[in-house]
């Protein structure tokens, strides 16, 4: 099928590596550049945790410590074989793409002289190719990964051009794919060169000390500061300075932004868990979300969106582009913005969007939601969408992330960082900044009037209240995730915008609980999934306000009266003082009265508690479930 005229054919298929990458220079020799690289290292674990290394370097040359598995088998290592007092580290975690998790293939990986060591995040397309000619040339590889090429690549050239920035950007020449790569050598250990092409890459600027992450959690604990990197570019670092070029060596001028991340964000506070913390933090993401949004006249202000106004205006649609938690996000916000702009939202999955010749025009406002910023499937569908004229708003969580610097502009959610794989606090502040969104396209478009639209924000205002009642609720919810530690699968049905609710309910429980979960729009249980049930089947039920439209709450009544007639166990999530609802449940599960539209941000909550509870329960890693990663980088 050949595409209409006007209209760009996709490019090719490109697929991008995970990982976490470190890199510091200090003044002197000390053991700061060891604690600031496995410091960045946990907190960059979210990128990938199959295997682990670091590499120092002083004077005396270049020393390593690599392994396999999770970070505390490095950290283990690293008592038994410490490392020297050093100026300069770079680090990595690993998400294996070639070559599986083994030390060999866990980065760094040295050059054959041991002069030259790299960590690279990506894929080396043309690594084949490089890797027969170095074997032609005499080098002998140690690991199967395609990194190892650049390794030796960047020591040959450096051997021949004598400065390690030249040999980087000589070498970024070579590589084809997709890489950000940090260098050190051995005979200089007073500076760390990267590189970047489509990979991520952010610069923390500190005193007497700089930094280089694959993004800003791998350094905000040290600084707030940060440098944005665009495509193919080399930057140097050393202790007092930095220096970017672009790959011929013409000096770039990079910008610079402050992290606004809180720095307790990123630790675990004295929770169990990354997620049970996230959990709790989510009262505090939606408010940072919603400061500042109102002007003193009492008008909305998105700032940030200013340069787009006449294509908020002039929109005659709205493509919502996210993938899992986020697109969920954004099948709530459809109900939202529908109903308050009156103009078609369509939400659909980075990658089927990317793939399918997706009908985008110029009036087409496309809108991609991201708490990474990184994921590569919404960054393919975005530069899709950009081909074919449409303008892009990001909603992104991570500053200076490609996401947010490759949109037409970028409502950044406060959500601070989210650590552990599975999304929480990112979802709540993604609803929180897409309603936002919606009621200033409502205002701008005079499809609400001003009062209508504070009406809904004073609401939203009252949301981290409400849902810190549903959090100090959670005893009862954990309860019930103790008594079902074997159950083997769990439904969830909602309608309206409860139906995305139950769609990320059951992702939460497969994802962390590796149980058999679907989420289904209530109104379909009759089209097939009634067959499902059968005598204590759990089924949980988000049940909408009765203070809301009349249909749609007794319609999940009816449901709920389905499904128990079954046999079903019906847990239901709905508003305090439903009293209609009890007599059909199980068990209820209160949440604060709350208008129908801003119903999911308490309605989800006692779902993510018992999909982390219910994990906890069964003894797994509830931050970091098997299988995934917190940003998928690869297509
Ligand atoms: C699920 C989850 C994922 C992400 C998805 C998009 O708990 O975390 O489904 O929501 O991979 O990630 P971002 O928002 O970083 O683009």
Request: one cysteine or more.
């Amino acid at each position: 099928m050949g595409a209409a005229s006007g209209r760009k054919t996709a490019a090719a298929v490109t697929v991008f590596g995970m990982c976490g990458i470190i890199g510091y220079v200090g003044r002197t020799n000390s053991d700061q550049p060891l604690e600031v690289a496995c410091e960045a290292l946990a907190r960059l674990q979210y990128r990938g945790y199959d295997s682990a290394g670091i590499v120092v370097a002083n004077e005396n040359g270049l020393s390593f410590v690599k392994r396999a598995g999770k970070l505390s088998v490095l950290e283990q290592a690293l008592v038994e074989n410490p490392l020297p007092a050093a100026t300069a580290a770079i680090g990595h975690t690993r998400w294996a793409t070639h070559g599986g998790p083994t030390d060999a293939n866990a980065h760094p990986h040295l050059s054959a002289n041991g002069e030259v060591a790299v960590v690279h995040n990506g894929i080396l397309e043309n690594h084949a190719e490089l890797r027969e000619e170095l074997i032609q040339a005499g080098v002998g590889f140690r690991s199967e990964t395609d990194t190892e090429v650049a390794a030796h690549l960047l020591a040959r050239a450096l051997a021949e051009i004598g400065s390690l920035p030249e040999a980087m950007r000589a070498t970024s020449k070579r590589l084809e794919g997709a890489f950000t790569l940090l260098a050190v050598a051995a005979d200089n250990p007073h500076l760390v060169v990267g590189a970047r092409r489509t990979s991520p890459l952010v610069v923390g600027l500190g005193e007497g000390e700089n930094f280089l992450g694959s993004d800003v959690a791998a350094f905000v604990a040290r600084t707030n500061r940060a440098l944005e990197l665009g495509q193919d570019q080399v930057v140097t670092i050393t202790a007092d300075a930095v220096n970017v070029t672009d790959f011929d060596g013409n000096p770039v001028k990079a910008r610079e932004f402050t992290v606004d991340w809180d720095v307790s964000a990123a630790v675990k506070g004295g929770y169990a868990t990354f997620m049970e913390k996230e959990i709790h933090d989510q009262p505090m993401a939606v408010r940072d979300t919603l400061l500042g949004r109102l002007a003193p006249n009492g008008r909305m202000r998105l700032d940030e969106l200013r340069t787009a106004e006449s294509v908020l205006r002039s929109a005659d649609k709205i493509v919502v582009v996210a993938c899992g938690t986020a697109a969920y996000a954004g099948h709530v916000a459809k109900y939202a913005i529908e109903h308050w702009c009156r103009v078609p939202v369509e939400v659909e999955l980075a990658h089927e969007f990317r793939y399918r010749d997706p009908v985008v025009t110029e009036k087409t406002l496309v809108v991609a939601i991201s708490q990474s910023g990184e994921t590569m499937d919404t960054i393919m569908a975005i530069r899709h969408a950009r081909e074919q004229g449409a303008k892009v708003i990001a909603v992104v969580n991570t500053m200076g992330s490609t996401i947010a610097r490759e949109s037409d502009a970028a409502l950044y959610t406060h959500a601070g960082p989210e650590v552990a794989v599975a999304s929480t606090k990112a979802f709540l502040s993604q609803i929180a900044a897409t309603y936002l969104l919606g009621l200033y396209l409502a205002e701008l478009r005079g499809t609400m009037f001003p009062d209508e639209v504070r009406a809904v924000l004073d609401e939203l205002e009252l949301m981290p209240a409400k849902i810190q009642r549903v959090i100090d609720g959670e005893e009862a919810i954990r309860d019930l995730a103790g008594q079902m530690r074997d159950v083997q699968s769990v439904l969830f049905l909602g309608r309206h915008v409860g139906f995305p609710v139950a769609m990320e309910g059951a992702l939460k429980l497969k994802e962390l609980a590796y149980i058999h979960a679907e989420g289904f729009a209530a109104g379909e249980l009759k089209h097939g999934p009634i067959a499902l049930i059968d005598e204590g089947q759990p089924v949980f039920v988000v049940v909408p306000s009765p203070r809301g439209r009349d249909v749609l709450h007794e319609k999940v009544l009816s449901n709920i009266q389905e499904v128990r007639a079954r046999g079903a166990r019906t847990l239901v999530v709905a508003e305090a003082g439903d009293e209609a609802v009890a007599e059909f449940a199980s068990q209820v599960f209160w949440v604060p009265p709350t208008p129908t539209l801003l119903a999911p941000l308490v309605a989800v909550v006692p779902l993510q508690i018992f999909a982390c509870a219910l994990a906890s329960v069964k003894g797994l890693d509830v931050d970091q479930p098997r299988n995934l990663a917190k940003s998928v980088t690869v297509e």
